[in-house]
């Protein structure tokens, strides 16, 4: 378990990178922590393996605080935190094999037991063929995976991921983030990883922080954060990987806040997730209100198996009925919103 | 050319290539360390210590300010201590080392400084030690770098030791100053340049053949 407790850092006394950040982060989760840049995600990871000590404040890593090690037992205590950057940081001096032997060799583990451990992190992460090839010789995606062998090859309990896909594209990005998971499945490897892509958060993350401006504005589930963001900062980061703008389509309708004349149709969205996505909703709507109900847009996205939808639609029936409609959808577990009004003429 | 001519020709050779090997040497074994040490103690470095960086770095902007020549009689004193006289061969190596030294500290500096940060950031993360950064970290990434470095240093020595005449030291500049020069024989100062032209060629060749099999960037 790896906890932050009242984690402050500032420059020269006054310039102030993080303030009182207090996160607990279980054994075997992975742990996103998404923020803009300059947000002080890289100085709060950085605070974890000490690379950057935290002016004040306890890093608690199973109970030890890193803050009260010597240089000596620092080093020691390095080896158990493997760490991947945006940049890779390979040894252009060196070949795969070599560069995997780095924290090996460091250690000062026996040749015959390096070869053991870097032939089987290599046939993991893909690169068996690869061994002999210098990092310039590789693509993003492959030097990727030599830094992430490198990370995990002295067995560490806890991955600390530095953007670590920010410089990849987005198909490299996928297979990247699919490997992470699958050595945080199978080797039991905690995976903290900072990240400006909401993406990234999305496909592997168990739980998640937003940092801004210092501060851990919001910490929740996955599943939490997207269907029910609590803060603007949350809602601009979901927004960037499901939409909440209206689709283009949508735009020559001519929706209007007011409703212009009293025929017009009213157009809502309803988001919604888990088991409420299985009631009939609509269905409700048009047999309970006599409504007529139709479908401008629909998706249906999922985010750790849980289903998470959104829906325009407009109805059009007598005045009475809609607005029984819509308070019988407020009673519902899910989120409706009255977006504007559609000319009926249309 | 007469037999007489070939053999100084000679001899000034051999005078040269021992000033050059002997001086390079020392200053490659002396330089390389400085630099390092100028990189690692400066504030910030992986084993900062300002108050020993700021006098070395000072002390290597003093003696790289002096012109060779001066040099070169200005420290006649440590000549004689170190080489036990101050004229001939031996004797002209000692202020060339010295001028090669802080020289070669300045540019292995460079190379390393060249290194991207992050490489240092990742070997710490894993828990190396500052020894360990040097070792396995700065000497193999600057590797192709420092040897570029080191083929400077020996072409700019060639032009140092032709001063060498100065205090009786010999090789090929001298040659060519004494004979070529003073005694207004063509032929003879032809002869050095061509040898000179080719020494530097052979080593600027040698040199970046190194390089480029050691840079695998």
Redesign the interface.
């Known amino acids: 378990m790896i906890e932050l407790k009242h984690i402050n850092k500032s420059y020269d006394g006054h310039i102030t990178a993080l303030e009182d950040i207090n996160l607990t982060i279980q054994d075997g989760e992975i742990f996103g922590i998404i923020g803009q840049s300059g947000a002080g995600k890289s100085t709060l990871i950085r605070c974890i393996?000490m690379?950057e000590p935290p002016t004040s404040g306890e890093v608690l890593i199973n109970g030890k605080d890193m803050t009260k090690l010597s240089q000596k037992e620092?080093?020691?205590?390095?080896?158990h935190?493997g760490?991947i950057?945006q940049?890779f940081?390979l040894?252009?001096?060196?070949t795969v094999w070599q560069n995997v032997a780095?924290?090996l060799?460091?250690?000062k583990v026996p040749k015959a037991e390096q070869e053991k451990k870097i032939a089987a992190i290599l046939e993991l992460v893909g690169l068996t063929e690869y061994r002999d090839k210098?990092?310039?010789q590789l693509s993003g995606g492959q030097k990727q995976r030599v830094g992430i062998a490198?990370a995990i090859v002295?067995d560490p309990e806890v991955l600390?991921s530095d953007e670590a896909t920010s410089a990849l594209d987005p198909e490299t990005v996928k297979s990247i983030l699919q490997l992470l998971k699958r050595i945080n499945k199978k080797l039991g490897i905690t995976i903290i990883m900072i990240t400006h892509q909401m993406e990234v958060i999305k496909q592997i993350a168990d739980r998640v922080a937003v940092i801004e401006k210092g501060k851990i504005i919001e910490e929740s589930s996955v599943v939490d954060l997207f269907t029910n963001p609590k803060t603007e900062t949350s809602r601009k980061f979901i927004g960037s990987v499901i939409s909440n703008e209206l689709p283009e389509g949508l735009s020559h309708m001519n929706i209007t806040k007011e409703r212009q004349h009293p025929e017009d149709l009213t157009a809502l969205r309803l988001s919604f997730r888990g088991d409420v996505a299985d009631e009939p909703i609509v269905a409700n709507l048009i047999r309970k209100y006599d409504l007529d109900v139709s479908i401008l847009y629909g998706n249906i996205d999922y985010i750790h198996g849980v289903p998470f939808g959104k829906l325009i639609v407009t109805i059009a029936g007598a005045e009475e009925n809609i607005r029984a409609g819509l308070s019988h959808l407020d009673n519902l577990p899910i989120e409706s919103e009255v977006i504007g009004y559609v000319p009926s003429h249309n | 050319m007469s037999p007489v001519i070939t053999n100084l020709l000679l001899k000034s050779l051999g005078e040269t290539l021992y000033m050059l090997g002997v001086s390079a040497l020392i200053a490659a074994l002396v330089g390389i360390p400085l630099g390092i040490l100028l990189v690692v103690t400066e504030k910030g470095g992986i084993l900062a210590c300002p108050a020993f960086n700021k006098p070395l770095s000072f002390v290597v902007n003093v003696v790289r300010s002096i012109p060779f020549i001066i040099l070169m009689v200005a420290i006649i004193p440590l000549t004689r201590l170190i080489a036990g006289t101050s004229i001939g061969t031996t004797a002209a190596i000692v202020p060339l080392t010295i001028a090669a030294i802080p020289y070669t500290a300045r540019m292995v500096e460079t190379s390393i400084r060249e290194i991207p940060s992050g490489l240092i950031e990742a070997a710490e993360s894993m828990g190396a030690t500052p020894l360990q950064i040097i070792w396995k970290v700065f000497i193999p990434e600057a590797l192709p770098a420092i040897i570029e470095t080191m083929t400077v240093v020996i072409v700019t020595l060639i032009g140092s030791s032709a001063m060498a005449g100065t205090i009786g030291g010999g090789g090929l500049g001298d040659l060519a100053i004494r004979y070529g020069y003073q005694r207004f024989q063509a032929d003879v100062m032809i002869a050095t340049i061509v040898v000179l032209v080719v020494i530097v060629q052979a080593i600027q060749f040698i040199g970046s053949r190194l390089a480029r099999k050691a840079d695998k960037r």
Do not use: G, T, W
């Open positions: 393996n690379l620092l080093r020691e205590e390095r080896k935190i760490m950057f940049h940081n040894l252009s001096s060196r780095f924290p060799e460091l250690a210098y990092p310039a490198r002295s600390l």
